[in-house]
């Protein structure tokens, strides 16, 4: 079977020369290899073998240049080490100039010495490898800057990702810039808005706003990212530049995408070469396309993000900033006063019974008002002042200490223009407003402490009567305290079955001194025993909403303590209080009804006194009402009368009982002739209308003979008698008559 030898040598050099590995054996010193002998398919790389064997070129000749140098030092160590087998890779020049990679595997053959005889070498054409290795290493890197812009959209701060996406993709092109472009709104121009530059290619941004437009910068752009999403430039194929988008910038070309905000156009994202000539593969571009794609994700959560931080700043409804803006706004006013040795004010504004509107009317009409409030507040504050919805029906002005001298006529103007009524949705609104107003900084308080004082004094406003403003002082701190004290102990009392509440009542007299009826009047003795007086409580009881189940309380005793009494008396009747809160409950009418039913009274000897200033924020909704408790029977007095606004034809217009004159205006009548004419006239117009009038505080004798002088009606006041505990009025009554009735 065995050939004889040279016909073995014939049969392995055919396999060899029909292979894809080109034998050789070479001899000399690195670098300088000498062919003894080489397969005539070195042809592959474009050379005759007679070349080499003749010693026209020698294997170093076609060595690609940059590779000899690490080639000589890899085959110098291997000697070194005594390896005379191995394999190293390098290229070789083809006869055309490319080249190609080739895998020499080498065996060193010595002599007894030691001394390199000669070296034989299979050498494999291995281009197609090193290609798919090269390209396997590009996908690693494509995926890497893939990975860093996920990552980047995965953080919060979109600026630092946009920063990222347009670094990572620069770098791994290694492209001159990368520059994001937004439309203006209807698309005929666009400004760079993010920008990258590779090193010595200037930057478009920093030579100021860079703005294009469309129909003279760069036509027809806009039609190509409309229709393909794309447009490549490659000025390397067009001998003349005979289009002048881009030239100016230095761009020997371009890719460029379409970004898309959600499913509107954005703008494009811009890939610029303008140091060499660049070819875009198809996969580099679908890269691209990639990653404007994520451009587009990073510009929906930008919109996203800013939807976030707008809706966590701005309140909704008025557009103003809200709390949280305040605070941060507030700590940093606080720090820059400080600094400058000087102050600035916090203004705590509150809309006195907001909530009538919004519940009376509905809630289109309250928030209505309170963009009309905003609105005013913003015309005429918002350039000197920092405005904010601090919540509900509180707004917060803050009175840098720049501004400081304003902070007094802010307070007057807001309050001022209170007295007129909102116009709102064709309707006017009554809405009077309570402003807290405290100074910072004062002592080493922060943020929370000024918010707090602000709102004790808005309170404190509150409890003066609405319609006014308190500047918070120290002192007030205790009265906060007491505040918060007194809450605890309404709450206990009230859950506990009214303890500590008793009413008392206060005798109404006829122009001939004869008891005619009682206004009740709630009391609350304290823990230490003493009588808590209705002006510390009522407005705390009212802010809360316990004066709904006190008031109710109240109706109740008296309803039974007048049943009783008419027994005796059919006549006599009770007056009794209703807070503007328990009108506003929509079932007032039916629980007032319901408790007075389970009393037996006879609902025409129920007074039910409503003060002017309350009727008058409401005087629709409160004309109604009256109507309503009319029909049941019932009488109304309008209470405090003269501390309001009502004008006379109000008066006519509502279905009122009773009159009654406020104190202030009989306790003045020695002193002030207006006080004494505002008594007669107003008795007089009332009479004319058919409306009873009571006068109230009537204490020396003087006031009582003014009061028959005017023929008023009724007569109320220490002179007579002072308000009462139930059984002692019950005496005063019938202490001709036998006792217990
Ligand atoms: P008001 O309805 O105007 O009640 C009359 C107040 O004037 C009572 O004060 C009474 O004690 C006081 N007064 C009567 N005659 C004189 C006088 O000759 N001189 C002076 N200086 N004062 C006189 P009081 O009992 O302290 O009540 C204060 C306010 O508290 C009441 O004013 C009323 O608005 C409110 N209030 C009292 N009880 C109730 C209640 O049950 N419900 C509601 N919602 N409010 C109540
Ligand atoms: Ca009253
Ligand atoms: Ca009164």
Known sequence: MAGNLQDDARIALDIVEHSPSVAMRVSGDNGAWV????????SMFGYRREDFLSGKLTWADVVYPEDLGPLCDTLDSFAARGIDDYNTSYRVVTSTGSYMWV??????????AGNVLYTDCVISDQTSMVQSQEKAEDNLRQQQVLNDILQALHASDMDEAFRIILDRTGVYLDISRVILFEDNPDHTQCS???????QGIPSMLEQGEFTLDYKTDIPDIEADLKNLGLRVVDYGDVPERSNQEFT?????????????QGSERYG????????QHRRWEEDTLAFLRNVSKLVSTALVRK???????????HDQLTGLANGYRFDHYLGQAIEDARADGRYGYVLFI?????????EGYGHDYGDALLVRVAQYLEEQFGESCRLFRFGGDEFTVLVSHHQAGQAMNIVDAILARAQHPWFVMDREFYCTISIGVVRYPEADDGVTEVIKNADIAMYGAKNQGKNSFVVYNRREDNDSLHRAETERRLRDAIENGYAGFQVYYQPLVNIDGEITGAEALIRWQGEDGRMISPGDFIPLAEYLGLIVPLGEFVLQQAALTCQRINTKLPNFSISVNVSIRQFQQRDFLTRAEQILRQTGVDFSRIVLEATEGMVMEDIGYMKLMMEELHALGLRIAMDDFGTGYSSLSNMRELPLDIVKI???FIQDIATDAYSKTFVRLITDLCHSMGRAVCVEGVETAEQYRYCTECQTDTIQGYYFYKPMPKDDMMAVLFESEEKNV
């Open 350 to 358: 509150d809309m006195d019974d907001f909530k009538i509107i919004n």
């Open 268 to 275: 494009f994202i811009c890939f610029d070469e303008c140091v």
């Open 35 to 42: 062919i003894q002998f080489i397969t005539s398919n070195v």
């Open 303 to 313: 919109k996203d993000e800013e939807a976030v931080i707008r809706m966590a700043y």
């Open 192 to 198: 760079a808005i993010y920008e990258w530059c590779n």
């Open 248 to 260: 100016r910038e230095g761009v020997i070309a371009a890719a460029i995408f379409s970004v898309y």
């Open 103 to 112: 895998q020499d595997h080498s065996t060193v053959a010595r002599d007894a």
């Open 662 to 664: 406020d104190r202030a």
